[in-house]
Nanobody, 123 residues
Framework: QAQLVESGGGLVQPGGSLRLSCVAS????????MGWFRQAPGKEREFVAA????????AYADSVKGRFTISRDNAKNTVYLQMNSLKPEDTAVYYC????????????????WGQGTQVTVSS
């Protein structure tokens, strides 16, 4: 509880879109709030977005608000991050994470982490 696997990363031009997916296994997915974080080379990992257990509440970093959308499908044990209007500064490894208790912006509050998927925004 839980094993998380991200997918959907890749190379995209500025202004383009990607949808990241994170599939959970070996746990009760609906019991967890979920988050997306990212880490650029030489930088600390930073919060991107979070969603509550039922999907009723979401939170976003100011840098992605209006461009990124987090969603979840509990029947598929999957959380998504739809990324639109991508910018070069969005380039990073993106991680999904599970929180057994709260919907949080704080990295240390999360209990389980995926291995990450690379997103590169470049012309």
């Amino acid at each position: 509880q839980a094993q998380l696997v991200e997918s959907g990363g890749g190379l995209v031009q500025p202004g383009g879109s990607l949808r990241l997916s994170c599939v959970a296994s070996r746990g009760v997915f609906s019991a967890y709030a979920m988050g997306w974080f990212r880490q650029a080379p030489g930088k600390e990992r930073e919060f991107v977005a979070a969603i509550s257990r039922t999907g009723g509440s979401t939170a976003y970093a100011d840098s992605v608000k209006g461009r990124f959308t987090i969603s979840r499908d509990n029947a598929k044990n999957t959380v998504y991050l739809q990324m639109n209007s991508l910018k070069p500064e969005d380039t990073a490894v993106y991680y999904c994470a599970a929180n057994a208790w709260i919907t949080s912006r704080t990295e240390r509050e999360y209990d389980y982490w995926g291995q990450g998927t690379q997103v590169t925004v470049s012309s």
